[in-house]
C-alpha cells in the first residue's frame, strides 16, 4: 500500500517513529514542568527570612550564601551518584528529600535551623539536574536531543512563570502554603519518574571506571566547561545586577521593570519550542556561538536603556539569544560524555552554573558600582569572547559528536 506521496505507508510510519521522542522522555517532560508550577520558595526566600520571620537582610544574605554553597556541591555530587547508583535513583531520591527538607524549613523558627535548612536544601534541590541530563542522553537518539533538551528547557520556563504568579497569590495567604506547594510538587515529579521513566545506568562496572579526573583530562570537555561559565556570567546578570541597574540606578518604577522583564518569559513560551525545532539541523557549537553574541550584544544595549521601552527592547534581543542556545548547551554534554560517566559529565556542566551563580553577583556588583557602561561593556565583552572560544572548539566537539 502506497500513500499520494507515493511513498509505502509502514515506511512513513517508520519515519514518524523514528523522529518521535520516547514515552519515558515525556515522563520525565512531564515531572519537570510540575515540579517548576511549585518552584515557589527560593524567588520569595528573602522576603520570607526578612518579613515572616524578622530577620536582617545581612541574615537573609547569608542563608542564600549558604543554599549557593550547597548548590555548588549538588552538582558535582549528584553528577557522581548518578553514574554510581542510578540515574532514576538519584532524581528520586533528591526529590522526596527535597520535599522533606522543604517541609521542615518551612516550620523551622531558629536561626541555626533555618541557615543549616538552607545548606541542605541548596545541596538537594539541584541535584537531579546531572541525573535529568544523563537520562535525556541515554533515552534519546543523538538526532532527537536537541529537541528533547529544548522541550525540557521550555518546560522549566513555563512552569516557572505560572509558579511566580501563583507563589505570589499564595504568599498573601501564609508563606507555609509556599513551602507544601514547593513539596507536593517535588514528590509528584519523584512518583511520576519512579514509575514511568526506566533505569538507563550502565553496568556498575563501567559506572565504577573513570571519574572526575576523567572528565577533567577531556580538553573538549573542560573548554567547553569554562565556555559555559562565561556564557552562565553573561545570563545570570538578568537576575543579579538587572534589577539593581534599571531600579536603583537608571529610576525605573518595580512595576515597570517587572513588564518589561515579562516580555522574557512571554517570549520563550511563545517562540522557543519552534525556533529551537528548526535550529535542530544546524551545527550546535555554531547555533550556540550565534546565541551567545545576540545575548551579549542586547546586554551591551542595556548601557543605553533608561526607560521602561528601551529596557523592553534590549531584554528582546538578549531573550532572542537565550532561545537560540535553549538545549544546545545539553545537547553538546550528551555528545562529549561516554555513556558511564554522563552523570559527572552534567555534574561539571551544572558546576559552572552554579560558580557562575556566585561569581556573577560579585564581580557585576563591582563593575555597577564604577559605572553602567562598564558594566554592560564587559558582560557583553565576555559574552563575546566565549562565543569564540566555542567557535575555536567547535572543530573538536564535531569530531566528537561524529565518533
Keep these: 500500500m502506497t500513500t499520494t506521496t507515493g511513498i509505502p505507508a509502514r515506511e512513513q510510519q517508520e519515519h514518524r517513529r523514528q523522529d518521535a521522542l520516547p514515552g519515558p522522555f515525556w515522563a520525565l517532560w512531564a515531572g519537570t514542568l510540575v515540579n517548576r508550577l511549585g518552584t515557589m520558595v527560593m524567588p520569595f526566600t528573602g522576603v520570607y527570612l526578612t518579613q515572616a520571620r524578622g530577620f536582617s537582610v545581612a541574615v537573609a544574605g547569608l542563608a542564600m550564601t549558604l543554599f549557593g554553597i550547597g548548590s555548588l556541591i549538588s552538582q558535582l555530587a549528584g553528577g557522581l ?55 535525556v542522553a541515554d533515552l534519546v537518539s ?18 516557572y512563570a505560572v509558579a511566580m504568579v501563583a507563589g505570589g497569590w499564595l504568599a498573601r495567604l501564609g508563606f507555609s502554603w509556599l513551602f507544601w506547594a514547593d513539596a ?16 538507563t545506568r550502565p553496568t556498575h562496572d563501567a559506572a565504577a571506571a573513570g571519574g572526575f579526573l576523567a572528565v577533567l583530562r577531556d580538553r573538549a570537555m573542560l573548554a567547553f566547561t569554562i565556555i559555559t561559565f562565561g556564557q552562565a556570567l553573561v545570563y545570570l546578570q538578568t537576575v543579579t545586577m538587572l534589577p539593581v541597574a534599571m531600579t536603583d540606578v537608571a529610576g525605573l518604577a518595580p512595576s515597570a521593570f517587572g513588564m518589561a522583564m515579562a516580555l522574557n ?17 544546524f551545527d550546535p557549537s555554531r547555533v550556540m556561538a550565534l546565541g551567545i553574541v545576540v545575548m551579549a550584544l542586547g546586554f551591551a544595549a542595556t548601557a543605553f536603556a533608561t526607560s521602561a521601552a528601551g529596557l523592553a527592547l534590549t531584554v528582546a534581543v538578549w531573550t532572542a ?15 562529549l560524555a561516554p555513556a558511564h560517566l554522563r552523570g559527572r559529565y552534567n555534574g561539571l556542566y551544572g558546576f559552572a552554573w552554579a560558580f557562575a551563580s556566585v ?45
Design 81 to 135: 551518584l548518578t553514574d554510581r547508583i542510578g540515574r532514576r535513583a538519584t532524581l528520586c531520591g533528591s526529590m522526596v528529600a527535597t520535599a522533606a527538607v522543604m517541609l521542615a524549613l518551612g516550620y523551622s523558627t531558629g536561626l541555626p535551623a533555618i541557615l543549616a535548612g538552607m545548606f541542605v536544601l541548596g545541596l538537594l534541590i539541584d541535584a537531579y539536574r546531572p541525573a535529568s541530563s544523563a537520562l
Design 142 to 159: 543523538p538526532a532527537l536531543r536537541p529537541k528533547a533538551f529544548g522541550l525540557l528547557f521550555w518546560a522549566v520556563n513555563l512552569g
Design 184 to 199: 507536593l510538587t517535588c514528590a509528584a515529579f519523584a512518583l511520576l519518574v519512579w514509575r514511568a521513566v526506566p533505569e
Design 265 to 281: 518569559g512571554v517570549l520563550i513560551v511563545a517562540l522557543q519550542p519552534f525556533v529551537s525545532a528548526r535550529l535542530a539541523h
Design 321 to 335: 539569544g537565550e532561545i537560540i542556545t535553549a538545549g544546545i548547551g545539553g545537547t553538546i554534554v550528551a555528545a
Design 359 to 403: 561569581v556573577a553577583p560579585l564581580a557585576g556588583s563591582r563593575l555597577l558600582t564604577a559605572g553602567v557602561e562598564a558594566l554592560w561593556f564587559t558582560v557583553g565583552a565576555v559574552g563575546l569572547l566565549a562565543a569564540l572560544g566555542l567557535l575555536a572548539a567547535a572543530p573538536a566537539i564535531r569530531r566528537r559528536t561524529a565518533a
